[in-house]
């Protein structure tokens, strides 16, 4: 028997898809006419994480904490004021440009906010399929992609042509998850997903 109680060996290294180090996000704190900055807000304050392949991790904390602030630091949506994040090997803090969007392919959200996180004046073929015109998948393989995908999270094919504001609360939360599995990702920080189902 193993000398870890019968465990075996952990995940090797190479199985980490996301570690963070020391990971902090503050925000200034402003005051008076001239917005003077009179401090720091320390939303996020040095988390260290890994993830694993095919793992899913959740956080859990009161509201504020920083629980949706870690989620968009880790994807780079919000910059961090200091720490190490490597996504499937690669510093995400040194890419910039091309390479970063190219990471973002495989790095997704659910937004909490159904509402604002989606257009109203793009149709809901459009919102889901954007990543895929933003990695040039040619235009009838992505409509192809957008009704499945939309398939998978319970809409219809005819819910492509319409607007996010005739839909209810859980249904825009289906079109959110469905415009971040649309484009296969390793990694998706799913931010209350289904608080509105």
Same mark, same amino acid.
């Given at each position: 028997m193993p000398e870890d109680g019968g465990q075996g060996p952990g995940p090797e290294p190479a199985d980490v898809l996301l570690s963070a180090r020391g990971v902090k996000k503050y925000f200034p704190v402003r005051t008076g006419i001239l917005k003077r900055t009179v401090g720091q807000l320390q939303a996020v304050d040095g988390v260290d994480l890994d993830i694993f392949r095919g793992e899913t991790v959740g956080l859990v904390g009161? $509201? @504020?904490? @920083?629980?949706s602030t870690l989620g968009r630091t880790l994807l780079r949506l919000l910059e961090p004021t200091a720490g190490e994040i490597e996504f499937d090997g690669v510093? =995400? *803090?040194r890419l910039g440009g091309r390479d970063l969007k190219a990471? *973002?392919?495989?790095?997704?959200?659910?937004?909490?906010?159904?509402? @604002? $996180? /989606?257009?109203?004046?793009?149709? =809901?073929?459009?919102?889901?399929g954007e990543g895929l015109r933003i990695h040039r998948l040619e235009r009838k393989h *992505?409509? /192809?992609?957008?009704?499945?995908?939309l398939e998978r999270v319970g809409l219809s094919a005819e819910a492509a042509g319409r607007?996010?504001?005739?839909?209810?609360? @859980?249904?825009?939360?289906r079109i959110g998850l469905a415009r971040a599995l649309v484009l296969r990702p390793k990694f998706i920080v799913a931010d209350e997903p289904v608080s509105a189902l």
């Amino acid at each position: 028997m193993p000398e870890d109680g019968g465990q075996g060996p952990g995940p090797e290294p190479a199985d980490v898809l996301l570690s963070a180090r020391g990971v902090k996000k503050y925000f200034p704190v402003r005051t008076g006419i001239l917005k003077r900055t009179v401090g720091q807000l320390q939303a996020v304050d040095g988390v260290d994480l890994d993830i694993f392949r095919g793992e899913t991790v959740g956080l859990v904390g009161e $509201s @504020g904490c @920083g629980k949706s602030t870690l989620g968009r630091t880790l994807l780079r949506l919000l910059e961090p004021t200091a720490g190490e994040i490597e996504f499937d090997g690669v510093d =995400v *803090r040194r890419l910039g440009g091309r390479d970063l969007k190219a990471m *973002r392919r495989h790095m997704q959200i659910v937004f909490q906010d159904s509402v @604002g $996180s /989606l257009d109203p004046r793009m149709t =809901v073929r459009d919102l889901v399929g954007e990543g895929l015109r933003i990695h040039r998948l040619e235009r009838k393989h *992505r409509d /192809l992609a957008v009704l499945d995908v939309l398939e998978r999270v319970g809409l219809s094919a005819e819910a492509a042509g319409r607007y996010p504001h005739q839909f209810s609360g @859980g249904q825009r939360q289906r079109i959110g998850l469905a415009r971040a599995l649309v484009l296969r990702p390793k990694f998706i920080v799913a931010d209350e997903p289904v608080s509105a189902l």
